[in-house]
């Protein structure tokens, strides 16, 4: 129901961050802009490419390929 509202919406933007407190372990969250919804959290030892990667495959598995995608500055997301 999710994946075909956001495709009645005309597309979804990707918004990508995780928490960052030192030695805990990374909340990792994918939301869908405009509606603000949480599509996807992961939990992470650290924010590393290979567990941002596999927690967007989830994401456009689910929920199509966003149109874009919006994150901070982290060589791991991009």
């Not at 949480?38 to 994401?59: D, F, Y």
């Not at 456009?60 to 060589?75: I, Q, R, Y």
Request: charged content about 25%; glycine content about 8%; hydrophobic content about 40%.
């Amino acid at each position: 129901m999710l994946r075909r509202q956001l495709e009645r919406d005309g597309g979804y933007t990707l918004h990508l961050d995780g928490t960052c407190e030192p030695e805990t372990d990374v909340i990792f969250a994918a939301l869908a802009a405009p509606r603000q919804w949480i599509l996807e959290v992961g939990k992470m030892t650290t924010e590393n490419a290979r567990a941002v990667g596999q927690l967007v495959a989830r994401v456009v598995e689910h929920f199509g390929t966003p149109l874009a995608a919006m994150s901070d500055l982290s060589k791991n997301i991009k």
